[in-house]
């Protein structure tokens, strides 16, 4: 199929960007996304050009690194997909499709389609841990049974790969379903709880640091994000900071 | 230099922890004035970083990526071996360290792999005491299943992340750290090289891949931890970025490469599609719990399949050839990875692959849908269930196992798996070989370290099934934090490593040069087209079976192929700029360094051994002819170009198992 | 209860506008709750503007969320500007004639019994005031369907949240149509 391609070309975090237009022909549906920019890319390295610059890495949808948005959404138009794991059958011959940066003031773009994430680390350095020691003498696996439900839903909230794919849908750019999960997966876990009080207060006071929006509540994280985590964990980390601050 | 594998005295059980008893250590108020680099941060690095700090070192970690949480580890997705013996099926630390070597084809380190079987529960208990949601069955203990190769059901898992979820382990674990200022990270930074001072490992060179600008960092001990060098092949399950300069920045250094030539084919990959491909995906070896591997036994089905006009639903059982439980009765869908890798190729050579490529075998799951369909109607009390109701309950719980498997392989293939068996071919998936390091984690440079899939160690010719992640944690929370105080307890008065010295500055300038060269070189071809072409060679000559003649052929050719790229590759961008052409440049011209090490060693290594097999030693029956003579690691010695590299032999010897014939049938 | 009997309209007016209780403690409260509510929100979408600097070329909302979540704000200025309109058909007048003129009786000139009952039905004469009283009516519909839910899951009760979606979808429907129909049935029927 042949496409018009509408990209976000930015030089630098100072320069001022726009959008370009490009084609590429010949793309078999059965490419990637990121497959589709390679073959774009290597057009342009032919052409002496400067190649369009993209975060990607695992290309298998775990990573995280791929932050595209894509005719208006996070990681483009299919459902529970990376952009590495968006297939060229979910566009039509003839196409225009617009790729830009996941926008937040807090994600500021470093070039082209590569933001700055690391406000999700500063928030993780703010409490996402259990303060344990390496030792190799922690207590047997097996003498804290958790039930099988909360292992779980722990588990489900801990598979957030950390995209920002949430950030960059909301119209308010709240971080909320990222520090959600992660508040979540501690406080669904008996390990947890020592540091529960303190860690959803400090990660919450970093998120807001951060410069992110606030949850109004539209739910468009949870439709957007690649691996599905529930909005149910926006409301145990609200629940969460309540008891914290009572 | 004689190799000195410093491997301790005394009986196997015994040695690792009369080792540890005896070793030197740093008193904490010491370790406030050491530095220690970390280059990589997944499981091994990040774990490492974490422990180092936590014990009071200053570390200083890189990664490429924009985060430690990103590092690859994140995609193993089966599971993490550990000799619990929860399931009470006799598991035990010996039977873990026994089936390792045995896995590897008598040709890993003895001492080493039994210290790793020793510490792998202690992992698994540091694990959860950090939060790691492992799965946990109805009474709330830890589950297991059972992987390829070995007899007892001792991998613990995470749904089909557990990568994922060790790694955020170690990056949560690292984050305390950070926070503390025990850990300075370096987030898009990749090392150039390592700075030698006085043939002690005392810095490395850096790149800054947003700003281009080249950074000196000082420290009493170098660590790496970068991963495996699959993406030689250009094709590979490995990330991207993925990459061996690290490791072979030390090796121009002084530090020995060992074992090149030993790689895994995974053979539960999605199989090719086509040309514009960046990447192999691959599946769980978990899915070989459940899944019977086939190819039809009529040439003229696989045709009428290939056309379309016959679907794989379509064959009777009669007609089906599940060629893996045909050959290896006692283990048949699960030997281990390379056995059955080979036998894939096998199949496909002869001309029975399924798909257009002629490289595809079936993954089948129907049986299963029945076993557990059945097994579940029993449960909840349906008397003379339907088929369509056995195999619907039977799907549910496959679903939960495999689920989210099954969903990757269909926005891939475009296939519903659960209606029709999946396609599967082996691809590139993890390298045995690496830098060649002693007991103490060490390579040949004083001070530096390599731990993880960058070092050679622990899995000899072949790795089992969820041991990458065992390795790399056992080798960054449990050893190397013990074994580099041995060895820094020496610079306690050193005091800070200055950067402004010759070794720096002469470290830099090699840097530099090279870097202007690619940006000023304005050659004919793109870094790509150079790396898929080494990647041919690679599969072609230096795969899944390789032969003497080939091999020569492949030495002949990359070498032409280097003397090309340092000619005529083209770099568009500038130097001091984020430039991922660039950094991809780099990466490529050590693959091409590399590359011909790897087909020297193969050709040199004149028997059959795990993930190395040379057509020219198998059985009669077509299994690897391993040999005696050469029950050795090949440790080589940089001397300018790689076919000059000088080979070290460090010999093998197993006191505490017999060396047998490895037979899985 | 103005639709049933202009009676009781006018009783239960008079106790609520002279009862201290409803004068001196719900009223100031509800004041203080919706002028605190408004107030919120509009420093709430000031901080979410400023957190996206640079916006979308182009952004498919439709495709993960409402249009009434993703515009609360719109839908709650039209419904500030009802209040405004409201305070100052009724609120306004209420107030000068209770509390500047002193004027407790709920009595008016050339009005037999009590003047609330006529001076509603005087208001809902005019058809653009109808108008825009259904209209701010539609948006309070609007703000209410993801309002409604959307509170619960802000104070943390998830499950309640799924649970009372159909509640909250009827409670947006019922409530704001019942208002519409007070004021139609006034203007339809004088």
């Known amino acids: 199929m042949n496409l018009t391609l509408k990209i976000w070309r930015q030089k630098d975090s100072s320069s001022k960007g726009q959008m370009v237009d490009y084609k590429v022909t010949e793309i078999s549906e059965h490419m990637s996304f990121l497959e589709m920019i390679d073959v774009l890319n290597e057009g342009l390295v032919a052409k002496g050009e400067e190649p369009v610059a993209f975060d990607h890495d695992c290309r298998e949808g775990i990573c995280g690194m791929c932050s595209m948005y894509i005719n208006g959404e996070a990681h483009g138009p299919d459902r529970g997909v990376t952009t590495c794991q968006l297939h060229m059958r979910m566009f039509k011959d003839g196409d225009t499709i617009t790729i830009e940066p996941f926008r937040a003031a807090a994600f500021p773009v470093i070039k082209d389609l590569v933001v700055d994430r690391s406000a999700f680390d500063r928030i993780q350095h703010a409490g996402g841990y259990i303060s344990v020691n390496t030792s190799g003498n922690t207590q047997d696996a097996n003498s804290i049974p958790i039930s099988k439900q909360a292992a779980d839903t722990a588990m489900d909230a801990a598979t957030c790969i950390g995209c920002g794919a949430c950030v960059a849908t909301c119209k308010n750019s709240s971080a909320m379903l990222f520090v959600g999960a992660k508040v979540s997966q501690y406080a669904l876990l008996p390990q947890g709880q020592v540091e529960a009080a303190d860690r959803v207060k400090n990660m919450v006071a970093q998120m807001d640091l951060e410069g992110f929006g606030n949850c109004t509540n539209t739910g468009a994280c949870e439709v957007e994000c690649p691996k599905g985590i529930s909005l149910d964990n926006i409301a145990r980390m609200n629940r969460e900071l309540m008891k914290a601050s009572i | 230099m004689a190799l000195n594998s410093k491997v301790p005295k005394g009986p196997i059980k015994d040695k690792w922890t009369d080792y540890k008893n005896k070793i030197n250590l740093v008193n904490p108020a010491n370790k406030r004035h050491i530095d220690v680099i970390v280059v990589g941060t997944g499981l091994a690095g990040g774990s490492a970083s974490a422990t180092l700090a936590e014990l009071g070192y200053n570390v200083k970690a890189f990664a490429y990526q924009d985060s430690p949480r990103r590092a690859h580890s994140i995609a193993a997705q089966g599971g993490i071996n550990a000799a619990k013996n929860y399931q009470g099926d006799g598991d035990s630390t010996y039977r873990l360290f026994y089936d390792t070597v045995k896995g590897g084809d008598y040709r890993s380190r003895e001492a080493n792999v039994y210290r790793l079987a020793e510490v792998s529960a202690n992992i698994i208990d540091q694990c959860v005491a950090q939060g790691v949601p492992f799965a946990r069955d109805y009474g709330g203990l830890l589950d297991n299943r059972s992987f390829g190769g070995v007899l007892v059901s001792r991998t613990f898992y995470a749904k089909g992340q557990t990568g994922q979820q060790l790694l955020l382990g170690a990056y949560s674990a690292m984050n305390r750290q950070i926070a503390r200022g025990k850990i300075e990270m370096f987030n898009r930074h990749e090392m150039l090289d390592v700075v030698v001072v006085d043939g002690k490992a005392r810095g490395i060179i850096a790149r800054n891949l947003v700003t281009g600008e080249i950074e000196r960092h000082s420290a009493h001990a170098v660590v790496i931890a970068s991963g495996g060098y699959g993406n030689v092949y250009f094709l590979s399950t490995n990330a991207m970025g993925s990459n061996v300069t690290a490791g072979w920045k030390i090796h121009k250094k002084g530090a020995y490469f060992a074992n090149p030539c030993y790689t895994q084919i995974h053979p539960t990959c999605i199989p090719r599609s086509g040309d514009y491909q960046s990447k192999l995906t691959l599946m769980s070896e978990s899915l070989r719990n459940d899944g019977r591997i086939w190819v039809p036994k009529n040439l003229e089905d696989v045709k009428a399949i290939r056309e379309g006009s016959k679907k794989p639903t379509d064959l009777s ?349 | 209860m103005s639709v049933f009997s202009a009676d009781l309209f006018n009783e239960v007016s008079h106790f609520m506008g002279t009862n201290p209780v409803v004068q001196f403690a719900l009223q100031p409260v509800l004041i203080f709750g919706v002028v605190f509510h408004f107030v919120m929100g509009f420093i709430l979408e000031l901080q979410n503007t400023r957190a996206r600097n640079v916006s979308y070329a182009k952004n498919n909302g439709g495709a993960n969320s409402t249009w009434m979540s993703r515009n609360m704000i719109w839908s709650g200025i039209a419904i500030l500007a009802f209040i405004i309109l409201h305070f100052i058909d009724f609120w306004f007048p209420e107030i000068n004639t209770k509390f500047i003129q002193g004027d407790w009786s709920g009595t008016m000139e050339g009005v037999e019994g009590f003047r609330y009952y006529e001076e509603l039905v005087h208001k809902f004469m005019h058809p653009a005031r109808v108008a825009a009283y259904v209209i701010a009516f539609v948006f309070l519909g609007l703000h209410l369907a993801h309002g409604f839910t959307s509170a619960f899951q802000s104070v943390g009760a998830a499950s309640l949240r799924k649970k009372l979606e159909k509640v909250g979808l009827a409670y947006s429907i019922i409530i704001p149509l019942g208002f519409i129909f007070i004021a139609l049935f006034h203007h339809l029927n004088h």
């Open chain 2, 317 to 665: 059982e009669d007609e089906r050839d599940y060629y893996l439980e045909r050959r290896y009765p006692a283990f048949g869908n699960l030997v281990p990875r390379d056995v059955a890798s080979r036998a894939a190729k096998e199949r496909c050579d002869a001309g029975y692959g399924v798909n257009a490529t002629g490289e595809a075998v079936y993954l089948d799951f129907a049986a299963s849908f029945i076993r557990y369909g059945t097994e579940q109607a029993k449960i909840q009390g349906i008397n003379n269930p339907s088929d369509a109701k056995i195999k619907e309950l039977g799907q549910e719980i496959v679903r939960a196992k495999y689920g989210n498997l099954f969903q990757m392989y269909e926005k891939i293939v475009d296939e519903n798996p659960y209606e029709t068996p999946m396609m599967i071919y082996p691809a590139v998936h993890y390298t045995m070989g690496g830098v060649w390091v002693d007991y103490n984690l060490m390579t040949t440079i004083p001070g530096c370290y390599c731990i993880g899939e960058a070092n050679f160690s622990d899995h000899g010719a072949n790795r089992l099934g969820a041991s990458a992640l065992m390795q790399g944690l056992a080798d960054g929370y449990f050893v190397l934090p013990y074994t580099i105080g041995d060895y820094l307890a020496d610079d306690i008065r050193t005091g800070k490593i200055s950067t402004e010295t010759p070794e720096f500055e002469v470290a830099e300038n090699e840097v530099k040069e090279r870097i202007n060269f690619f940006v000023n070189n304005k050659g004919t071809h793109s870094v790509d087209y150079y790396h898929k072409k080494l990647g041919k060679i690679m599969w072609d000559k230096c795969g899944m079976s390789r032969n003497a003649a080939g091999l020569k052929e492949a030495i002949e050719e990359i070498s032409a192929l280097r003397k090309d790229f340092w000619q005529n590759v083209s770099v568009p961008g500038g130097a001091n700029e984020y430039n991922e052409e660039l950094a991809k440049a780099g990466r490529v011209a050590d693959f091409l360094e590399l590359g011909e090490l790897f087909a020297k060693d193969a050709l040199e290594r004149e028997e059959s051994a795990g993930g190395h097999f040379r057509e020219e030693y198998q059985t009669p029956e077509g299994e690897a002819k391993r040999l005696k003579e050469f029950q050795f690691v090949s440790a080589w010695e940089y001397k300018g170009e790689p076919k000059d590299a000088i080979l070290h032999k460090e010999p093998l010897e197993y006191e505490n198992i017999e060396v047998k014939e490895r037979s899985y049938k």
